[in-house]
Nanobody, 125 residues
Framework: VQLQAFGGGLVQTGGSLTLSCAASGRAFNHYTVAWFRQAPGKEREFAAASSYGVGTTYYAESMKGRFIISRDNTKNTVYLQMNNLQPEDTAVYYC???????????????????WGQGTQVTVSS
């Protein structure tokens, strides 16, 4: 599967932005799709994931209550709605996917073998 992330941009503190991850290929509902992010000078970290099948959602603690991940399997797309954005949310956001991934590993980079190119999100203070 090939992934393309888009929707990033510049937003003011407290604003909202929705990212999209569009996938090519078949059987999209067989893939767990996750969002990771990498801030300047920091390691890439897990943000949120939507599991294959019923689309169970998972979030990093710091994103709970502010970020919402959803998917539309008819459009082969996963969304990340980000609310109340803060300057520390500034990062390149990547979507990643893995087929039939065990829920214990949704937040682990090395288990995702398909990656999009990343989209920049900048939150101004």
């Amino acid at each position: 599967v090939q992934l393309q992330a888009f929707g990033g941009g510049l937003v003011q503190t407290g604003g909202s932005l929705t990212l999209s991850c569009a996938a090519s290929g078949r059987a999209f509902n067989h893939y767990t799709v996750a969002w990771f992010r990498q801030a300047p000078g920091k390691e890439r970290e897990f943000a949120a994931a939507s599991s294959y099948g019923v689309g169970t959602t998972y979030y990093a603690e710091s994103m709970k209550g502010r970020f919402i991940i959803s998917r539309d399997n008819t459009k082969n797309t996963v969304y990340l709605q980000m609310n109340n954005l803060q300057p520390e949310d500034t990062a390149v956001y990547y979507c990643a996917a893995a087929s039939l991934l065990n829920h214990n590993y949704v937040d682990t980079e090395r288990y995702h073998n398909f990656w999009g190119q990343g989209t920049q999100v900048t939150v101004s203070s």
